[in-house]
């Protein structure tokens, strides 16, 4: 069925966009009222999961720039949504933790997701399940081989 690249390539064109249409609709849905960005919420729902992470860590978390990355942290500071805090073993290095503010509504967020997974969860075997999470591991690891080609070849 999915044998030739030529065939899968236009059903994953095809479902696509529509998967990415119901994950933007639900994130739009989940940050209604709360005054934040998709990329800002990545960015709390990261430290939520771990807090305290330097800033490179958490720039390579959601995938942006470090000079981005710190810019997004300004925003998030003035919004009290979290703090910077120097190391206590390294005085060069700067980690980013969630205020109490940021926790909460890290949490909420966190709850909203977990629903909606656990609704998605429910209507699947457990035999698609474990297809779905093996399929999006492995998608994620060859969109980061790419990656690391790409700037391998950048380096050359």
Do not use: C, W
């Not at 690249?5 to 609709?25: A, C, D, G, I």
């Not at 860590?57 to 998030?76: G, K, N």
């Not at 609704?119 to 990656?147: G, N, P």
């Amino acid at each position: 069925m999915f044998k030739t690249t030529s065939y899968f390539t236009k059903v994953f064109q095809e479902v696509f966009p529509k998967l990415m249409h119901y994950l933007e609709t639900e994130e739009s849905n989940e940050l209604t009222g709360l005054g934040i960005t998709p990329v800002q919420i990545n960015a709390l729902l990261v430290l939520f999961m771990q807090d305290g992470r330097t800033m490179g860590e958490l720039s390579s978390e959601i995938y942006l720039a470090e000079s981005a990355a710190t810019r997004l942290v300004d925003r998030l500071v003035k919004l009290n949504l979290v703090k910077r805090q120097g190391d206590e073993r390294d005085r060069r290095v700067v980690r980013v933790f969630l205020t109490s503010y940021g926790k909460q509504l890290a949490s909420l967020v966190f709850e909203r997701r977990t629903k909606r997974f656990n609704d998605l969860a429910a209507r699947l075997t457990a035999e698609e399940r474990e297809m779905l999470v093996i399929s999006v591991k492995a998608v994620l690891r060859v969109f980061e081989e790419i990656d690391q080609m790409k700037e391998n070849n950048l380096d050359d």
